[in-house]
């Protein structure tokens, strides 16, 4: 056999090898749950935009959902702050809980199905559904009330992020942390324990994404519960005021917690250029499993609700690129078992069951 031959040879073999690795990532994607803990997909569809159809804008619908493998996702009730002062928060949230319920489940029933619970996700993966969950992101939206709170809960909300990019009345926010005309609590106030305390006792997920510092350390010496940063990343790898530092995935971690790694560019890399891809999400990814172990880490992409994307993940349909990736940095099939949907069940069984033992319904 000639030098050219061998060569050929060999090209040949590693492209049958490359393509047999490609294959055998496909199958693994195929069988695990993913849980995507955040996407703001409501907003395009509360516009107009029906999810059923595959669309040239935005990052999700049905056929993509579908070809990403995406087996349960967290839809963001996101209530802009500009709500605040017209008094409409509330009605905001209750408006995009109703897009979730009717214009995503309710309008594609074969293939979506509302979910409560850990058990519903489960289920609904049985039925060859897309479980849907509902998170309500900001907490002005339940405007100070106790009893809106439980509202959102009775129609499906079963996490909230206590705050958005604004301070509310209760919880500074890491938003406008540096705004000298924004009165500030110092973290959490005596009615944000008082919320934190009812989210508990209802079985709602507190979420940290978007709070402050102080906040944080706040919301986990209040929480009976595990919490969840539900579209977050790593400050050690992103100096960004929305990312965890080690510290807190640390006692994140430590108290049954989850760091969501988001796909938002500015959040995985400052970089100028080149611009940031599939492989900073996967060291945001290794570096939140080095600092708080693989049981505290998983995927809150932030589709939807983010301008620019990485380079590889530009919609829902991309997620087994990031399954390839992570297998050739070598995590094992049981590894992300645990970061795509195996941690957050776990998060909500805990959540739910310590609501049980609180007698809360």
């Excluded at 989210?199 to 102080?214: A, E, F, T, W, Y």
């Excluded at 940031?276 to 945001?284: F, N, Q, Y």
């Excluded at 992570?326 to 609501?355: C, H, P, W």
Aim: with cysteine.
């Amino acid at each position: 056999m000639t030098r050219r031959e061998v060569n050929r040879f060999l090209l040949g073999f590693a492209a049958l090898a490359r393509k047999a690795a490609a294959e055998d990532a496909e199958r693994i994607h195929r069988e695990l749950l993913l849980i995507d803990t955040h996407n703001d997909a409501p907003l395009r569809v509360i516009a107009g935009v029906d999810i059923g159809q595959r669309s040239a804008k935005g990052h999700t619908d049905l056929p993509r959902l579908r070809e990403g493998g995406v087996g349960a996702v967290f839809f963001a009730a996101w209530v802009s702050p500009r709500y605040v002062p017209l008094n409409q928060a509330a009605r905001r949230a209750l408006e995009l809980i109703d897009v979730i319920r009717h214009d995503i489940v309710g309008r594609h029933p074969e293939h979506f199905e509302l979910a409560l619970s850990a058990a519903d996700v489960e289920a609904a993966r049985r039925r060859g559904k897309i479980a849907v969950l509902i998170g309500i992101e900001g907490g002005h939206a339940i405007e100070d009330s106790l009893r809106v709170l439980r509202t959102f809960y009775d129609l499906g909300a079963r996490y909230m992020t206590l705050t958005h990019v604004n301070t509310n009345n209760w919880a500074d926010s890491s938003g406008d942390q540096n705004n000298p005309r924004v009165r500030r609590h110092g973290g959490l106030t005596d009615f944000g324990r008082q919320v934190i305390a009812e989210m508990n006792r209802l079985g709602m997920i507190v979420d940290v994404s978007h709070v402050s510092d102080k906040t944080f350390w706040d919301v986990l010496a209040a929480s009976r519960a595990p919490v969840m940063a539900s579209h977050s990343c790593c400050r050690a790898l992103c100096d960004h005021h929305r990312n965890l530092t080690d510290e807190m995935i640390r006692a994140l971690a430590a108290k049954g917690g989850l760091i969501q790694i988001n796909f938002a560019p500015e959040f995985l890399t400052r970089r100028q250029d080149p611009p940031a891809s599939i492989e900073d999400v996967v060291a945001h990814i290794e570096h939140a499993v080095r600092v708080g172990g693989v049981e505290a880490v998983g995927i809150g992409s932030d589709f939807d609700g983010i301008d620019r994307t990485p380079v590889g993940l530009e919609d829902v349909s991309k997620f087994p690129a990031l399954t390839r990736a992570l297998l050739a940095r070598g995590f094992s099939v049981e590894d992300l078992r645990k970061i795509y949907g195996g941690n957050v069940l776990r998060l909500m069984q805990t959540v739910e069951s310590l609501a049980r033992q609180a007698g809360s319904r």
